[in-house]
């Protein structure tokens, strides 16, 4: 059984249905069930990040644990605890993603970047890597008339790039426009306010568009003229491939998981370091065509390689 949360705005639920659903159509006989019901499942996979499965990561550990009290579970962890959440949060949520291990009999990081830091938190762990599916890439439009801004795609958090963003603007004559194509995730409204307020300081306009579903969200990526993913604490990223599914090709702040991601999916990021943020923005106003997927761009892994990786994990558990 693929078993998910019901928070269609969050990207590890976006996520967990996408897979559920690709997986399901390759084996009709399937179960997917939503918001934690686990009844009567002998086999459960589920999506884990402790944001999303409870109140605190005690309680997401909890529900964790209630399943895996019933049925054999196998599981996708996301959001792996590292540094950058603070020594208490660190403390806590790594204590809930090794009891969310513990319960499980199979455990999925999606890059080899994650699966590193979930071993730097919780020792050798045994686990599996199935890369986060990239959707084939749109055509760029015949006729692109694209917004002024530089945009970053997905939920606000810090860290999450948007002031790396905004820097890097504040140094162009005259700066342009960020746009955080996304709504702040929930606990972060005041930091965005926040940032709003830091970016009008410097001369730059900072908007967010708040929540855009699924059928509108590659449409308004490809609107955008510089896409940017500068991510400075990162696990994995569905944002990244969203920006390829779109057909963009994202200036992306060069770190592990990206690097890795470059190496995965080769043309589809320009990887700069911090310090060349602003450079590169300027070099993509100037020609945008930097910001489009190269005819050569390999986007694979798909939704249908992605499927077929569970379904030859599930076979062998």
């Known amino acids: 059984m693929l078993l998910h949360r019901g928070d269609a705005q969050h990207g590890v639920d976006r996520c967990a249905r996408t897979l559920a659903e690709a997986t399901r159509a390759m084996h009709p006989g ?3 069930e939503l918001d934690g019901d686990a009844a009567d499942a002998e086999r459960v996979h589920l999506h884990f990040t402790d944001r999303l499965w409870g109140e605190s990561p005690e309680s997401a550990a909890d529900a964790v644990e209630a ?114 194509i996304g709504r702040a995730a929930p606990g972060h409204e005041a930091e965005l306010a926040e940032l709003q307020r830091y970016a009008a300081a410097r001369g730059v306009d900072l908007s967010a568009t708040g929540f855009v579903p699924d059928d509108a969200l590659l449409e308004r990526a490809q609107r955008a003229a510089v896409p940017v993913v500068a991510h ?63 005819d050569d761009a390999r986007s694979a892994p798909h939704l249908d390689d992605t499927a077929a990786a569970y379904l030859d994990l599930w076979a062998a558990w």
């Open 30 to 32: 399937m179960r997917l």
């Open 232 to 294: 400075q604490h990162v696990s994995a990223s569905g944002s990244l491939n969203d920006w390829i599914a779109a057909g963009r090709r994202p200036i992306t702040i060069v770190n592990d998981y990206f690097a890795e991601m470059a190496a995965l999916r080769p043309g589809t990021v320009e990887l700069v370091e911090r310090d060349g943020l602003a450079a590169a923005v300027a070099a993509a106003l100037r020609d945008p065509s930097r910001t489009w997927l190269p």
């Open 67 to 180: 399943i895996a009290a019933g049925s054999r579970v196998a599981v996708t962890l996301h959001d792996v605890p590292q540094a950058s959440d603070g020594v208490a949060s660190m403390r806590r949520r790594t204590e809930a993603y090794r009891r969310v291990v513990d319960a499980a009999e199979l455990v999925v990081c999606n890059s080899r970047h994650e699966r590193a830091l979930l071993r730097a938190a919780l020792g050798d762990v045994a686990a599996e890597v199935v890369p986060l599916p990239a959707a084939a890439p749109l055509r760029r439009p015949q006729r692109w008339e694209p917004l002024a801004e530089v945009a970053v795609l997905g939920f606000f958090y810090p860290g999450k790039g948007h002031r790396e963003a905004v820097d890097a603007v504040a140094s162009l004559e005259p700066p342009i426009a960020v746009t955080a």
